[in-house]
């Protein structure tokens, strides 16, 4: 087994990460599109992590992506973490930015829990369902693969999420409505961009040449170095 890294996976990987950083710090903002005022300014950016995930799954394999997928979290984690260490740091007084930084990076711990357990599950589900249904349909259906995959990654996500994070603090109603429409969105995000998608994993499988198909691996979350 090829356990080497190529330019075109090491900069998917590194758009994957940016995408999750990304994410979170637009999520401070609540947007509205049309009629629609229970997203975030993250969801515009969120679902490519999913796509990037499709792709790398497609492309080389359920082991490769297990990599990503921990060094997104990793990625994620650094940055959470130094963001939470400066705002603990006192400012002077001539500083008049305290408010508004904290409102971005200041996260309460319960919500920054519910992201990473939320990320982790999602993203790992997602790339699970992509590499077993590839086998079965025998490589064939990627549109249709990329998009059940999506759903069932998206919908994991959403599930633990918002429960976790706004339990207590919003009626059940309200979570369970955005809870659906977070799904629905990210799925036809999927859905919009899909011909993109189909045409970035037929270039990455023509200049990589690879096709890799998960027999007889290990879908163990846990075996990073298992590439």
């Known amino acids: 087994m090829n356990k080497t890294v190529t330019v075109p996976f090491m900069l998917l990987g590194i758009l994957f990460s940016v995408c999750l950083i990304t994410s979170n710090l637009l999520s401070t903002k609540v947007i509205k599109l049309g ?3 229970t997203i975030t300014g ?3 950016v969120f679902p ?3 796509i990037i995930n499709d792709c790398i799954v497609e492309v080389w394999g359920y082991k490769k992506t297990r990599m990503i997928i921990w060094i997104g979290f990793a990625a994620n984690f650094f940055v959470l973490a ?3 260490l400066v705002v603990l740091c006192p400012s002077p007084d001539f500083w008049t930015g305290e408010s508004s930084f904290n409102f971005v990076f200041r996260l309460a711990p319960r919500i ?3 992201s990473v357990l939320a990320f ?3 993203s790992f589900l997602n790339a699970y ?3 077993k249904m590839k ?3 025998k490589g064939k259906y990627f549109s249709f693969r990329a998009i059940v995959s999506t759903l069932f990654g998206e919908a994991a996500d959403s599930i633990i999420f918002f429960p976790i994070a706004f339990a207590g603090m919003l009626a059940m109603k309200y979570l369970f409505l955005m809870i659906i429409t977070q799904i629905f969105l990210k799925s036809l995000y999927e859905i919009i961009v899909l011909p993109i998608t189909i045409i970035l994993v037929k270039y990455l499988k023509k200049i990589e040449n690879t096709d890799v198909f998960d027999h007889d691996i290990s879908y163990n979350v846990l075996k990073v170095k298992d590439i």
Request: no cysteine; charged share 5%; glycine share 8%.
């Open 48 to 50: 490519i992590s999913y």
């Open 135 to 137: 086998i079965y349909h």
């Open 129 to 131: 369902v992509m590499s």
């Open 35 to 37: 009629d629609i005022t």
């Open 120 to 122: 982790l599950v999602g």
């Open 82 to 84: 130094f963001a939470q």
């Open 42 to 44: 993250g969801m515009l």
């Open 112 to 114: 920054a829990f519910a």
